[in-house]
């Protein structure tokens, strides 16, 4: 959970001290000043699941609001909560994944509390606690997603980790890697011997991009083929797969013809650029 309040500086002095006194890191809770362009807040930061536990915190952070009259809470998505927080938003969706994925293979009383957050981009950034371990930190995106352990695994351990994370990680990946499959497969076997691979460019390709992009934002592949006579026919020719993969999937698939010889080449700025980004789709 997230939440933020303002408040003037010279009150700094009061409220830094009673903030590092409040928060309570072995909780996942931070509690902290946070100095911008646009003021002084109090930011804080507290886990998601269980809900017993985040209610118990959130209450924590409402007392300390009537101990401290002085802060003004700011409303999430203004401008002012932009310039703490940046595009990161508390997520739901991928709180619910890795509370699931954990609790499944290590058991439900070894999970002590998830926090996850998603920005503009789709990214992911979760952190669970689980006992006897210690807290673990994800970043997920749908091709390189990671979860690294805080504490020390032993044996046992080392697979219940490794179970929950491809759990996880495999959710990351749902969206975006079942429909580079299938347009793997089905343009394979449209073209034979012509095709030569597909290459991801674009917003997808991009190192900051996550598991789900903004909804205008296309999925973008580059089509090899060893050779074609107009781009235009070969867009016809597959018209009738992008469309019935976009349907399905909610997503829009856009599919550009290209010579190999000329990707290969870099013979346009266009193709030199893709080729620089392009992700192999396997």
Not at 71 to 99: H, M, N, Q, Y
């Amino acid at each position: 959970m997230q939440a933020v309040s303002s408040y003037i500086p010279d009150r700094h002095s009061v409220i830094g001290p009673a903030l590092r006194a409040l928060e309570n890191e072995q909780q996942g809770f931070t509690a902290e000043s946070y100095f911008s362009h646009k003021g002084v807040f109090a930011r804080f930061v507290w886990p998601d699941w269980p809900a017993s536990f985040s209610a118990q915190i959130a209450g924590s952070v409402n007392r300390f609001h009537q101990e401290h009259p002085e802060l003004r809470a700011v409303k999430e998505g203004s401008e002012d909560w932009t310039a703490v927080f940046r595009d990161w938003r508390t997520d739901p969706e991928s709180v619910g994944v890795i509370a699931e994925a954990f609790s499944k293979h290590f058991g439900r009383d070894r999970v002590a509390w998830v926090e996850s957050e998603r920005d503009a981009r789709g990214r992911v950034g979760g952190h669970c606690k689980i006992n006897g371990v210690g807290e673990i930190t994800l970043h997920l995106s749908w091709r390189d997603s990671t979860a690294v352990p805080l504490g020390v695994l032993d044996e046992s351990d080392r697979e219940l980790f490794q179970q929950s994370a491809n759990e996880v990680f495999r959710w990351a990946e749902q969206r975006i890697k079942p429909v580079l499959a299938t347009l793997h497969d089905r343009l394979s076997e449209l073209y034979g011997d012509r095709f030569r691979g597909l290459y991801v460019f674009g917003s997808y390709a991009r190192p900051d991009a996550g598991i789900e992009l903004p909804e205008d934002s296309d999925l973008d592949v580059a089509l090899l083929l060893s050779n074609f006579e107009s781009p235009h026919k070969e867009i016809e020719r597959f018209a009738s797969i992008t469309s019935e993969l976009s349907s399905k999937h909610g997503l829009l698939i856009s599919v550009v013809p290209i010579r190999e010889s000329d990707y290969r080449a870099g013979k346009t700025n266009f193709i030199r650029v893709i080729s620089e980004e392009a992700i192999p789709v396997p």
